[in-house]
């Protein structure tokens, strides 16, 4: 809510064909997602940690934003965690 300027914020949370999936959508400014390299140019690293931490953890990661509409973040994890390496 503090970069989006969003007057709702929609969680939700299901699970489908052995996968969990997390979608949090907003109403807010929005912004161009081709822009985004240069935003984490400029020290904006927020969306780029959100996708490193569900890929860390062997889940997908999709964004779609359009300005003045809003942003949709969706997390697909597998139910069961992936194998560990051996140390």
Do not use: C, Y
């Not at 020290?43 to 779609?64: P, T």
């Amino acid at each position: 809510m503090k970069h989006a300027d969003a007057h709702h914020v929609r969680l939700s949370l299901g699970e489908a064909n052995g996968d969990v999936t997390l979608q949090i959508v907003d109403d807010g400014v929005g912004f161009n997602p081709d822009e985004a390299p240069t935003l984490v140019a400029e020290g904006h690293l927020g969306l780029i940690a959100m996708r490193e931490r569900v890929e860390s953890v062997g889940g997908s990661w999709d964004l779609e934003s359009t300005p003045g509409v809003g942003t949709s973040v969706r997390s697909t994890f597998p139910r069961e965690p992936a194998e560990q390496p051996a140390d």
